[in-house]
Nanobody, 127 residues
Framework: QVQLVESGGGLVQAGGSLRLSCAASGRTLRTYAMGWFRQAPGKEREFVAAINWSGGSTNYADSVKGRFTISRVNAKNTVYLEMNSLKPEDTAVYYC????????????????????WGQGTQVTVSS
């Protein structure tokens, strides 16, 4: 059984940076795409960033392009989200997730394509 645990969230001033981590246990996820999603109060959970199984391909939501960077270290079974130039609208609970199938050819941004989810970590950006 796969377990995902996010960490690194917190309170930061607008323009600041945070680095989120997602550690997986129970099974290696080196052959699965990994994604980050976020959900603000009263809003739908939305796609933020994803990375394919090899780490060679990424995809980002338009709202975070140029500011966020997703990466992974498969040897550690861990995925990261480096967040720079944070804005108040980035405030949300951030979740990491693993793709439901291995070796997906295209990095999926669809919520429905992810089967394993962490409990989330809160990111709050003050203005």
């Amino acid at each position: 059984q796969v377990q995902l645990v996010e960490s690194g969230g917190g309170l930061v001033q607008a323009g600041g940076s945070l680095r989120l981590s997602c550690a997986a246990s129970g099974r290696t996820l080196r052959t699965y795409a990994m994604g980050w999603f976020r959900q603000a109060p009263g809003k739908e959970r939305e796609f933020v960033a994803a990375i394919n199984w090899s780490g060679g391909s990424t995809n980002y939501a338009d709202s975070v392009k140029g500011r966020f960077t997703i990466s992974r270290v498969n040897a550690k079974n861990t995925v990261y989200l480096e967040m720079n130039s944070l804005k108040p609208e980035d405030t949300a609970v951030y979740y990491c997730a693993a793709d439901r199938v291995p070796f997906r050819a295209v990095v999926t941004t669809s919520l429905e394509d992810y089967s394993y989810w962490g409990q989330g970590t809160q990111v709050t950006v003050s203005s």
